[in-house]
């Protein structure tokens, strides 16, 4: 019998996948949890061990081990993880929940699928890849290598997904749509366009963002050209206020105020959860793409300052033009009495 190594603690789901699928057929005589988070070790999750950090899978034999990997918090950090463990020499185990029906999918020998998901006849899955709880995979659609699949989004038919895409919780996609490599598919949104490749979609129906993977803003006028003290008052608390909700949802100590959200670890949900806090806590209103069109805090500050001080100037022109209504109206009632 062998062991099995799962890589990442971070994530309870697939340690219960695991032992669902160990208790279905009896696959490894013990389950071992690794990560790289020291604070960790000598913990337990579900009941499973956490041994060490990835680097115990050097001390294993490979003839009576596997591993699989429980990074997905971006496709790009899965895929850099499974690099990692590629060059211990483990073979990679195949997760696919009992309760999925299989039937005339082609999956590889690494890949993950959670309970509830729902495979298509004639689907093809790259290595690598997850399909998370109540995911959808229509039929003759092909998803290639690193990709992830969130809860329950949808893939209709003869959908093409190429390396690394992410797919976000409850988004949709319509049938025989292209997604280039590398693109992020916002949460909830809808896509019904073909995507180009390092892109992000966000919202019903999806906009296309040209981001280059949620790096990159839409436009240069969205970073400082120099690395200079904020413009005025407004700008530098709006500054601190961002950098302050950054902070507590990416769950670092400090957010630099030229970091990129996403370079940070962020993802399009927590850029959604970042901005309701952003609104809570400035009182201004953010629309679902201004995290990924200004994604450090100065360009977000200097945008929401803009915005700010526009508000105010419309407001002090409302206020001047009903004064001068009043004002109006007071000399028509003076030249009616005389």
Not at 158 to 176: D, F, K, S
Request: overall charge negative.
């Amino acid at each position: 019998m062998k062991t099995l190594f799962l890589c990442g603690a971070g994530n309870s789901e697939g340690v219960r996948l695991a032992l669902n699928i160990n208790r279905e057929g009896r696959r490894w005589e013990r389950i071992v949890l690794l990560d790289d988070d020291p604070a960790k070790h000598g913990q337990n999750l579900l009941g499973v061990e956490i041994a060490g950090s990835f680097d115990e899978l050097a001390k294993v034999d490979p003839a009576t081990s596997e591993v699989a990997s429980l990074v997905a918090r971006t496709t790009k950090g899965r895929v850099a993880a499974r690099q990692r463990i590629l060059g211990f020499g483990v073979p990679f185990a195949s997760l696919v929940s009992p309760d999925v029906d299989c039937l005339g999918a082609t999956l590889p020998g690494d890949v993950m699928v959670y309970q509830n998901a729902t495979i298509g006849p004639e689907v093809s899955i790259g290595e690598g890849s997850v399909v998370f709880m109540g995911g959808v995979v229509g039929h003759e659609s092909r998803l290639g290598p690193g990709c992830v699949v969130a809860s329950n989004a949808v893939i209709n038919a003869r959908v093409v997904m190429e390396q690394g895409v992410y797919l976000g919780p409850n988004a949709t996609v319509i049938y025989e749509i292209q997604i280039g490599e590398w693109a992020t598919i916002g949460a909830g949104s809808a896509v019904i366009h073909d995507v180009p490749a390092g892109t992000t979609v966000i919202g019903v129906p999806g906009e296309v963002l040209a981001t280059g993977g949620s790096s990159v803003p839409m436009d240069d006028s969205a970073i400082p050209v120099a690395r200079e003290a904020p413009s005025n008052t407004v700008e530098a608390e709006l500054e601190e206020a961002i950098a302050g909700v950054w902070a507590r949802v990416l769950r670092v100590p400090k957010v630099d105020a030229w970091e990129n959200f996403f370079d940070a670890g962020g993802t399009s949900l927590l850029a959604l959860q970042a901005r309701q806090q952003i609104e809570q806590t400035t009182m201004l209103e953010l629309s679902n793409t201004d995290i990924f069109r200004f994604p450090t805090v100065r360009a977000l500050a200097r945008h929401l300052s803009a915005q700010k001080g526009a508000a105010g100037r419309a407001e002090g022109a409302g206020l001047e033009r009903g004064r001068a209504r009043r004002q109006a109206m007071a000399r028509r009632r003076r030249a009616t009495v005389h």
